[in-house]
């Protein structure tokens, strides 16, 4: 069995002096302590935890037979997991590292990404060098490789509007595979790896395709306002990413502060006709167009009017100001959290008609 938070990268990657500190042999330690390995802080304990250091590192693990019949977490940031126990088998943490421009012309420009990079890191080597695509992704947690596993998004834009390809490891050949924007069936925070092959490859770097004569996306949540409050009439890659960082400290809570995974369920998308029906009934419910037929509702909109905002628990809760983020304020365990998640599934699915889906993994 295996669990997937994250990917790992390839070559190449041993060239910034951060990420050259590893032990010559591969060390693999017993009962760990999780709390530091997930952004919830829950304290959890894994089995056997390794931390990689190259791609020869990895496929050694995966040969040893003293650990192929256990359940494998392939672990980045720990933020979109939640620990509801014990793991009882090999955690395999991701440390490798590594940014490439690999090719450009006049007009675009390609990145390709080791998986163990901080998916902001990324963003902000971009937009450092003015290349446009990814500002709106600015402040995401996580790391590149489970960028595209979720195709995360925000303010607008996807993984999929900018994605070019990505390496694979596939875990029954050993051989990496390469995944062009077709075969990943990007969808709402959904691609090929949490379905058809779901636990058979490890993600191992991310190319994306950037540009360098952007164009801006200033109409979603509060982006425009922002900007217009700051005094700033001259859109640029780095005015654009300076107010989503802005808008997302305001709105979510820092995990190094309270333990949280950011957004905890996704938007849901209903029919259009249930849609009008609903709002018949509460006038005020906002949506977002997916298509002629689908309509999209904030999910955080819809734990807030069934009277979760602000909630709290003993240890854990719903945040105060995004009713989307679920909180863990120290001591707060796994299952707890989990039962949270579902009465509010339970409370808005009695109010709206509506079922919410984690965007988290349970482990």
Known sequence: MCYFESGISTNHL??????RNFQPMLAVRTNVSLKSYNTFGISAFAKFLVEIGSLEDLTEILKDPQYQSLPRLFLGGGSNILLTGDFEGLIVKINLSGIDIIAEDTDTVLIKAGAGIVWNDLVMFAVAKGFGGMENLSLIPGTVGAAPMQNIGAYGVEIKDIFE???????????VETFKLEDCHFGYRESVFKHEKKGQYVILSVTFKLRKNPFFKISYGDIQKTLEE???????????????????????PDPAEIGNSGSFFKNPEIPKDQFEKLKEKFPAIPSYPVNETTVKVPAGWLIEQAGWKGYREGEIGVHAKQALVLVNYGNGKGLEIKELAEKIQKSVFEK??????PEVNFI
Do not use: D, H, M
């Open 14 to 19: 041993n060239r910034l002096p951060e990420f």
């Open 165 to 175: 390809e990505l390496q694979a490891l596939n875990l029954k050949t050993l051989e």
């Open 230 to 252: 700051a005094g700033i009439s001259e859109l640029s890659v780095k005015a654009i990413s300076e107010a989503v960082v802005k808008i997302r400290k305001s709105k979510l």
């Open 352 to 357: 709206f008609g509506i079922a919410l889906s």
